[in-house]
């Protein structure tokens, strides 16, 4: 028996972070989303990914970003014998819902694991309408 908790030794403290890293939720993809000059911005951080593994789609309002990496194995990582292996390799989504946006004009830009996409608002017209009471 153990006087000392299985949660003092580091390689646990270790094994909780991993955890936490290979979630494939939000969490791995954090965003800042903002209004300014007339646009919606979104600022995603996507570190270690190439903008090739990533795509971005828009229907109906909805802006789906996917970013997807898989490992890669050769002849060169079948002769080496992983001790802790953290990296994270799949697919990982999030989706924004925008009910006034110019799908047409949305621009992206991804520098230094950083996502910038640019939502052009439209010009809705007024939809609001009184409704008579029978």
Same mark, same amino acid.
């Given at each position: 028996?153990?006087?000392? &908790?299985?949660?003092?030794?580091?390689?646990?403290?270790?094994?909780?972070?991993?955890r936490l890293a290979t979630r494939r939720d939000v969490t791995s993809m954090k965003c800042d989303v903002y209004e300014e000059n007339g646009n919606y911005n979104i600022e995603m951080d996507i570190p270690g990914y190439d903008k090739k593994d990533i795509s971005i789609e828009c229907n109906d309002g909805v802006l789906t970003i996917t970013a997807e990496k898989n490992t890669e194995f050769n002849s060169e990582s079948e002769s080496k014998k992983y001790i802790r292996r953290e990296r994270v390799y799949?697919?990982?989504?999030?989706?924004?819902?925008?009910?006034?946006?110019? !799908? !047409?004009?949305?621009?992206?830009?991804?520098?230094?694991?950083?996502?910038?996409?640019?939502? &052009?608002?439209?010009?809705?017209? !007024?939809?609001?309408?009184v409704i008579e009471i029978n």
């Open positions: 028996m153990s006087l000392i &908790p299985r949660s003092f030794y580091l390689d646990d403290i270790l094994d909780d972070v991993s799949g697919k990982v989504t999030r989706s924004f819902s925008f009910s006034d946006i110019d !799908e !047409e004009n949305i621009s992206a830009d991804f520098r230094n694991g950083t996502l910038t996409v640019v939502i &052009p608002k439209s010009r809705k017209q !007024e939809s609001k309408r």
